[in-house]
Structures are given as C-alpha cells and as structure tokens.
C-alpha cells in the first residue's frame, strides 16, 4: 500500500472521537474479556483471523466457524458470526456436513492441535484425502492447554508436560508433512509472532479451493511455559522471533520442531486439485446422467 | 481550522505539501491482561506500561508521549484481548 493510498484509507479520528476497534463488530463484545490467560496466542490469532475476513471483504452471512473442544474452541464462542462449537475431535466431520449441504458457505475449522490432530486425527486425514473445501486453522502449543498440560501428538521431545515428568521421549507429529501426505492443497505455518505473514496467509487459505491447512505455533505460558521454565508468553514471542526461519516451499518432511529448537515458517504448499463435491458431481453425472439431479443446494434451489 | 490564504510574496517558489501520516491508540483499559506483546513489538517504542491499575489489577499500556505513534496498529494485531489498536490520522504540513 502506499503512502497515498494509506492516508486516504486513513480513518478521520481526534483524540476524543476515535473510531472504533477494527475488530470490534467481529467479536460478541459481551463475552470480553474472554478467559484465555495473559499471555496467551490464541487472542492473538483470532485477531489476525478477523482482519483477514475483513481484508478478504467476503459476506460475513456465509462464513461458518466450527470449532472443537479446549482453549481454542472457545473461538466459536466469541465470533459473532455462525459458530458451532462441536464435540471433541469433531469439527472436521460437522464442517464437511455443512459445506456439502450448503456448498455456498465459507466453512473455517479453527481449532487446537490436541482437538484436531490427536482424537481428530482421523477426520483430518479423510477430510485432506478427498479435499472437501474446508479451510482449517490449527493453534498449536505444543501441549493439552484446559484439561491440564498433558502430553499431546506435537509435544517435542524431551519437553515435560504433567504426564511425562521426566521428559517426552514419543516422536511428535509434523503437522504440514502430515497434511501434505493426507493431500491437502494449501499448507502453511506461520507463529504467533508473525502477525502480517499469518493475516496474508489466512486470506489467501479463505480464497483457496480445497483443504487449505495453517498451523500456528502459539504459547502457552500457564502449562507448558511454566512446567519447562521458559519463562512467560513474552519469553516464547521472543523466542519464536529469534528462532523462526521463513523458507517458502520448504519439503515438509524438514519441518519438524524440536525442543526450543528451530522453527521453519511459510507457505509449504500450493497446489491445485478437484474437490470433494467436484468429483462428486462429474462422477455422478457420468453414471446417472440425465438421473442425476444435482448437489442438494441446485435441488433446492429448483424447490 | 480556516486560515487566511498567504498573499503572493509570502508564497515560495516551490511549494510543496508533504502529508505526515501520524497517528494514536485507543486502550480498552479493562480489556488489558498485561502480556506486554504491544509494548516489546512497537515499532516506534512509543509504548510503556501505566503507573496505574486496571479493575482486574493490570497496568495497562500507555503512550510515552503523542508525537512517536505512527498508527501503524501492529499493536491492535499483536493484542490477544482486542484491548489496544492504532489508528491513522491526517496531517498536512507544509515545508
């Protein structure tokens, strides 16, 4: 943007008649403050989801977040846009049902990485596999944040959690070569700290045909900060500052995180592929021919 | 603000009008839980924490003084509790 062009979108404002926060009509302002701890990313995250909606000037009356169960389920309960706030692990599944039923809808999974990837696993990998056109968002920080710090699929290895005293010794998941391998279309992974790159990175996923995937890499200074002393979620900003090294279109099968260790961020993958209702359609049309009589939403629509 | 337009001789040869984007923030006070994410990741450093306290016993950040702030609003983006955002505003100023 330009200088021109930022001081015409530049709102008029005094110190006293100051606009209202950009965000602020995105949120059930009644629920704030909301009960993430200080310091915590997933504010942070859904800050940077609402002004990429925003940004991406889509009809907020067709955008649906579903969302599973922990810290970052709460997402659903705080948008003030069609949220579904599903059983655990289940997003995914809820999601599909909806896009499929009303494929003019915008469907954002937005969830945690023990939600989605460990009791969701499965869900995720068939969703990716046959490309149903959801776009997912997956906080992760590393550990189960409400039920109390247990170890999850992404906790690195010889990080404690309440249930592994002595230190992780499991391998954990590589959240982007996972999603690759499972045939996701768009994958990323951006921090907590890379705010723009993430807001970019949400509004090219909300354009995107197909399972787009991000992976955020958030803190959580209450239970696994505390438990391996790493200090407060300023410390792990600091920490994703120094450590985070951008490397578009880096393989995924390299992307692994270890303890404390270095993080590669970017857009891994970009690709092009039919999805789940396209298929559908052409193969449907192939066999019933004139029998077939559309997807659900062209029934409807006939009446 | 109406200002007497400038007689002839007052007016330099090359006139040029250089707009200077500044701007401000607006806190939420009892939004603030205190992470400090606006204040250590302000681009200008025009951010410090307050003397006082929020009614959930926070300080809350403050600006230093009113000239830094570009209203870039990277603090807005960086706040997980939507409690602080930046804003432009217009300025001409003639050189």
């Not at chain 2, 603030?32 to 450093?45: E, H, S, T, W």
Request: hydrophobic share 35%.
């Amino acid at each position: 943007m330009t200088e021109e062009q930022m001081i015409a979108a530049a709102p008029e404002g005094c110190g006293e008649c100051l606009p209202p926060n950009p965000v602020e009509g995105f949120l059930r302002s009644e629920r704030m403050p909301h009960i993430w701890c200080p310091g915590c990313g997933i504010g942070t995250t859904v800050n940077c989801f609402a002004r990429a909606l925003l940004q991406a000037k889509l009809d907020l009356n067709k955008v649906a977040v579903v969302s599973g169960i922990g810290c970052t389920g709460r997402v659903a309960g705080y948008v003030n846009l069609d949220s579904f706030h599903t059983t655990h692990g289940r997003a995914i599944p809820f999601a599909t049902g909806m896009k499929l039923a009303n494929p003019e809808l915008t469907v954002v999974v937005y969830s945690g990485d023990g939600d989605l990837i460990s009791i969701g696993g499965n869900h995720f990998i068939h969703a990716a596999r046959r490309n149903v056109d959801v776009k997912i968002i997956c906080i992760n920080n590393f550990t189960y944040g409400m039920t109390g710090g247990q170890l999850a699929p992404t906790t690195p290895v010889t990080a404690i959690s309440s249930t592994t005293p002595y230190g992780c010794y499991e391998q954990p998941f590589n959240l982007p070569n996972l999603a690759e391998s499972a045939g996701a279309v768009y994958v990323a992974r951006w921090t907590t700290y890379h705010v723009r790159q993430l807001t970019h990175s949400i509004g090219e996923a909300l354009r995107k045909k197909g399972f787009s995937f991000i992976e955020i890499v958030s803190q959580c200074p209450t239970l696994y900060e505390r438990r391996n002393k790493i200090g407060d979620g300023l410390d792990m900003m600091e920490y994703f500052k120094e450590s985070s090294v951008v490397k578009h279109g880096a393989p995924t099968r390299e992307v692994g995180i270890g303890f404390q260790g270095p993080i590669v961020v970017g857009k891994f993958v970009d690709i092009e592929r039919p999805t789940f209702l396209d298929l559908m359609d052409k193969q449907m049309t192939r066999t019933l021919d004139a029998h077939y009589t559309g997807s659900v939403v062209e029934q409807n629509v006939r009446g | 603000m109406l200002e007497e337009p400038a007689s002839e001789a007052q007016v330099p040869h090359v006139q040029t009008v250089v707009k200077k984007v500044r701007g401000t923030i607006h806190v939420t006070q009892n939004r603030c839980k205190g992470c400090g994410f606006c204040i250590a990741f302000c681009p200008p450093k025009v951010l410090h924490f307050s003397d006082e306290f929020n009614s959930h016993g926070y300080r809350f950040p403050q600006l230093k003084n009113q000239n830094g702030c570009t209203g870039c609003d990277l603090c807005g983006l960086y706040c997980p509790d939507f409690a602080i955002y930046g804003v432009m505003q217009k300025q001409g100023k003639k050189q």
